[in-house]
């Protein structure tokens, strides 16, 4: 990764965090019938509203915010790069334990053994 790359990283970082801690916002089709959702991250500690949830326009527009900023330094590879520079971007907020990726199977209960 070029430097250039990670002084873009360390701009960009704050403000997907932002976005992604943010109000989550869903695509939603014209005709109302289909949502997209985001199921590959969430927030390790919920919102106060109780949701963990990243909402798919939260996560499509820090991509973009991503695409735009390598286009604008003029980047030689913008799209390409900005897989990159994303992805590292996800994998810093993940080691922050600011998101993390959704547990596959959740707990649906527990017992407790008592020791006599």
Known sequence: MVSSH???????????????????V??????????YE???????????DGLSKIGSANITTAQHMVIKA????????????AKIVFNTILTKLEAERVIRRPPKETRK???IIKND
């Open 109 to 111: 209960g527990f017992k």
């Open 6 to 24: 990670s002084t873009i990283i360390d701009k960009l970082l704050p403000l997907v965090k932002e976005l992604l801690i943010s109000e989550p």
């Open 38 to 48: 985001c199921f590959t991250w969430e927030l390790v500690s919920p919102r106060e």
């Open 26 to 35: 869903d695509v939603i089709e014209n005709d109302g019938q289909a949502i």
């Open 70 to 81: 390598l286009h604008d330094v003029r980047d030689v590879e913008p799209l390409q790069n």
